[in-house]
């Protein structure tokens, strides 16, 4: 249908309104309190995780680890906090804009003083080590032996087998005494959060055939030389025919520069005019903290030719060394650097005037849920970024709800929560979750879901190509008369990677969803993710890093440069580009999903629908670690599948800024 320039005139000016605003979302209802056992005790039920079972049971917890647990209060008005969280986003509400500040909101909603003094009490009274209480008081952050938690709550604690983890879980509903436990929604004393992950990859970590990055040199001279691409096409190789018997293809991409993130998402010019991110903050959470991030961060930024961060730029909350925990069990702080990393670079390199504000918890657990409401509790940035994720749904209903709970707040403050879908694609490899399921907490309908995409960039600075992520691998091989073939049928049989997302199993579907979302792909359930951006190691973002040598004493070695992907590049590209929507309407988006769904409404060229391509858009790439040379087929992410319009790869699509350059030339 062509428009005339009168009705583009109208449909610009709806969408430029619907962009500072949001819409009306479905809440998530859980089950009520539970209710007192004969015993006089109170059972909770949804404290036991789904894989806890007589199949894997391994016996009795080590008595001589701790367990990190968490006690959850519920709020006073849930359904009230649930309706602020409606008005506070709904254009057509009397409450529209008009968000809480953490005072208010907690003074509403928040558990009683008393009633959590009286949890607190009981915990220390039991000798547990209390680890963390925030201002909300929605829950308490502890720690005990298996011993002590069983005492304490009713129950024995075992250890079992899942996706090829150790975990420790009670092995029959915990309980509480009915003076406390009227006072408690939900206990976890169970290790399904120790399985929370950075979503990030580094170029080559293509399974366990290799090890990633361990040396510069190739253990095996290549079947074809590859050297990395700048921008796609620089270097084009022959390989066997593939795809309509092409037989050249360009080579993996070194690693995209801040310049060329900023030129292929359309920033180039509004950062040289000013809109930048410049007034706004962007919040990272992870776990942990790089003890050489500041300095890592301007190595890469002095490299590019950007600006430094300075101390009012950059600024950092985290706890000290000494206080981290369950190293192990979460891949210890080296684990963690590269997602620190990433995150500050990659916002810092597409929103280079905005704040940067790390919060690093003391684990992967309760330490983020601390670290969370740090920000929340006072307010300290009004978008959000969380690149981590659980293996899939397998949360007890407890933890999820106690996730919520913050969730709400943030909304209700007007604060917008951004997290990575996952790497892993649907989740449904035997090591893995082993049926599609989404991550969460990225399927949680209360935050913002973000995807991933391969991109090529041309050598001017444009999009070439975007794809769906999902990589697919076939191994080159040479064979006897010296030619090449590749090891079984295209596509290959490796999968390295690709975006998470797909059909929750615990949360209906928003109402922001509806009538976008095919009824035929949500079953009138949430589906994940909302929006998309760059996420393929193949086609990352360079990041400068001094690598954490030794865990114990966080000594670093040498900067070097690594390329990097996943959806943990994608969650903080989209929260800058977010910030620069923030500067350049003046307006505090918050809680963005029932604005991007309304703008896709109004106006679908918003967003880069990535679609199916034909022929498959494909790369070539040759490990320095093993030799070992792929034909990389994009766009093949498990049972995930791209489509025009909505998909559970991409979501909308990417963030495009046609509609940002009309709202911004209208302001300055």
Known sequence: MKHSRTTDQVIHKRAIGIIATTAA?????????????????????????????????????????????????????????????????????????????????????SPSQADYASVLAFLKTAGLTIQGTPDSRQYVVFRGTPQQLGSV???????????????????????????????????????????????????????????????RKAATAPVIQTPCSHYVGEHVVTVPPAYNGQTSYSTYNCGYTPQQLRSAYGLTDLTRRGVNGSGQTVAIIDAYASPSILQDANGLAQQNGEPLLTASSYQQLVPPASQFTDQAACQYPSGWQGEQTLDVESVHSVAPGARILYVGGTDCGGGLDIAMSKILDNKLANIVSNSYGNVGEA??????????????????EGI????????????????????????????????????????????????????????????????????????????GALFAGGAGGGVSAVFSAPEYQRGIVPQALSNGYRVSPDVSALADPYTGFQIGIRPIVDDTTLATGDYVNETYGGTSLASPIVAAQIAIVQQAT???????????????????????????????????????????????????????????????????????????????????
């Not at 209710?35 to 909770?44: F, I, K, P």
């Not at 995807?451 to 041309?458: K, V």
């Not at 030799?627 to 963030?655: E, H, P, W």
């Open 25 to 109: 979302v479905v809440a998530f209802l859980m089950a009520g309190a539970p209710a007192a056992n004969a015993d006089g005790r109170v059972s909770y039920s949804g404290s036991v995780p789904s894989w806890a079972t007589a199949q894997n049971d391994q016996g009795a917890a080590p008595a001589d680890e701790t367990v990190q647990g968490e006690i959850y209060l519920p709020l006073r008005d849930l359904k009230g906090a649930e309706n602020l969280a409606k008005q506070v986003s709904n254009p057509s509400l009397a409450g529209y804009r008009k968000a809480l500040s953490p005072a208010q909101w907690i003074a509403r909603f």
């Open 153 to 215: 709550f009713g129950t024995s604690l075992h250890a079992y087998d899942y996706a090829g983890h150790r975990l420790v879980a009670p092995s029959s509903a915990p309980s509480l005494p009915a003076a406390i436990g009227a006072k408690v929604s939900g206990v976890s004393i169970e290790q399904s959060r120790t399985l929370t992950r950075p979503d990030s990859i580094v170029q080559g970590d293509i399974g366990a055939s290799e090890t990633p990055q361990v040396s």
């Open 395 to 412: 949360v007890p209903a407890d933890v999820i709800q106690g996730e919520v709970d913050l969730q709400l707040q943030a909304a209700g």
């Open 416 to 491: 917008g929560l951004y997290f990575s879908s996952g790497d892993h694609g649907d989740e449904a490899a035997p090591n893995e979750v082993g049926h599609p399921s989404p991550d969460f907490p990225a399927s949680s309908p209360w935050v913002t879901s973000v995807g991933g995409t391969s991109l090529g960039i041309d050598k001017n600075g444009a999009i070439a190509w975007e794809t769906g992520w999902g990589d697919q691998l076939d191994k080159i091989v040479k064979n006897p008369d010296g030619t090449l073939a590749y090891t079984s049928a295209l596509p």
């Open 586 to 668: 003046g307006r505090t988006i918050g809680f963005a999903n029932p604005t991007l769904y309304a703008v896709d409404r109004v106006l679908p060229s918003a967003f880069r629908d990535v679609v199916p391509q034909n022929p498959p858009q494909a790369l070539v790439y040759t490990s320095r670690n093993s030799g070992n040379s792929y034909f990389i087929t994009l766009d093949q992410d498990t049972s995930l599948k791209t489509a025009r319009g909505y998909d559970d790869v991409t979501g909308l699509g990417g963030v495009s800024f046609t509609l940002l350059s009309l709202v911004a030339q209208g302001r300055h």
